[in-house]
């Protein structure tokens, strides 16, 4: 099947910082690629979707200032989360789809000192 | 809206039992449903998936599940569980079938199998 990468598996950050996630993938062109946040014991909610060279979309309740998403190239979108603070300390995972089946990353996690 | 429902946080059985992880959906249209699997930690891992044809679909690792139109149910079966079936289990629905359709996924069900 196929591959969707994400980078850092990782981090740890201070109050306040930036953080950015990369997610890529890596044997498809994806023109549309999905963001997602998992609290612990709890499901995926959905919360932007990444359009290669337009804006993203984002759910409701999701700041699109707070969590910014670019999609530059048909393989790489990012999601920036700014001044972060310990409330967005979460599980991040990404999603792409060459066609009918959608793909995952491996998430990334995001602990917010 | 589309949605999915897991009316079950968890779901114990024993090894070599049959066991089924409930779900069931809302969709306007045609439902295009998933399930996936989540070890502790790590990302979603497919399972099977519903688009159109046969009601019993069966999917990795010895899973299975049936769509039930009347119902709109879509279970997850195995007929003999194993101790590393343990792990957490979304059903998800999507609204439509191309690369940009949406997935929305239900609450999970922590499957586990004791020895």
């Known amino acids: ?113 | 809206a589309q949605s999915v429902a897991q009316p079950e946080d968890q779901v114990n059985v024993a090894e070599g039992n049959p066991l089924t992880v409930k779900c069931t959906y809302s969709v306007s249209g045609n439902p295009y449903l998933f399930w996936y699997v989540q070890y502790p930690n790590r990302g979603l891992q497919f399972l099977l998936k519903y688009i159109t044809g046969d009601n019993l679909v069966k999917g990795s690792y010895g899973f299975e599940a049936e769509f039930n139109k009347s119902q709109t149910s879509f279970h997850l079966k195995k007929p003999s569980a194993l101790v590393s079936d343990s792990a957490l289990y979304f059903c998800a629905v999507r609204d439509g079938d191309s690369s940009a359709s949406k997935i929305i996924f239900g609450s999970g069900t922590r499957l586990s199998i004791r020895p």
């Open chain 1, 1 to 113: 099947g196929a591959v969707v990468s994400q980078h850092p598996s990782w981090v740890i950050c201070k109050s306040g910082t930036s953080v950015k996630i990369e997610c890529r993938s890596l044997d498809f062109q994806a023109t549309t690629m999905f963001w997602y946040r998992q609290f612990p014991k709890q499901s995926l909610m959905l919360m932007a979707t990444s359009n290669e060279g337009s804006k993203a979309t984002y759910e409701q309740g999701v700041e699109k200032d707070k969590f910014l998403i670019n999609h530059a190239s048909l393989t790489l979108s990012t999601l920036t989360v700014t001044s972060a603070h310990p409330e967005d300390s979460s599980f991040y995972i990404c999603s792409a789809s060459p066609g009918h089946e959608q793909f995952f990353g491996p998430g990334t996690r995001l602990t917010v000192l």
